[in-house]
């Protein structure tokens, strides 16, 4: 049985998907971009300011679903400019710092809303 998740602590979607579906004791976190769920708009500044945001905002939805960082399993990272890697993974490193999950990056041409970061995430239980 699939179950939707959704918290006002977290972006509300921009097109017709969830924040998270939970089966089976696997919880899947859409693509999350760097949106400050109070306002809706990007938070300004750059890569790290963007990656910060996108990891409060998946902590957010893994807590109303019941799930912890260390429950994640896999992220998929997507990057306006890979030469914002190593930023990014400065940020990304500090939030997982017990158990880091197998992850891609992967460059990509365009995001939703001019976003530099999008990241998406698998967590078990």
């Excluded at 919880?27 to 996108?54: A, H, N």
């Excluded at 399993?73 to 490193?93: P, R």
Aim: glycine share 8%; hydrophobic share 40%.
């Amino acid at each position: 049985m699939n179950k939707t998740i959704h918290t006002f602590k977290a972006p509300q979607t921009i097109g017709p998907y969830s924040q998270a579906v939970e089966v089976n004791g696997m919880l899947f976190v859409s693509g999350q971009l760097g949106v400050d769920p109070e306002t809706g708009k990007i938070v300004p500044g750059g890569i790290r300011e963007q990656t910060q945001q996108v990891l409060r905002n998946i902590e957010n939805i893994l807590m109303s679903a019941g799930y912890t960082r260390n429950e994640v399993v896999k992220t998929t990272v997507y990057l306006k400019n890979m030469d914002d890697f190593k930023e990014m993974n400065e940020v990304y490193a500090s939030f997982y710092e017990e158990k880091h999950p197998a992850r891609a990056a992967i460059e990509v041409v365009r995001l939703p809303m001019g976003a530099l970061v999008e990241i998406e995430t698998i967590a078990v239980r």
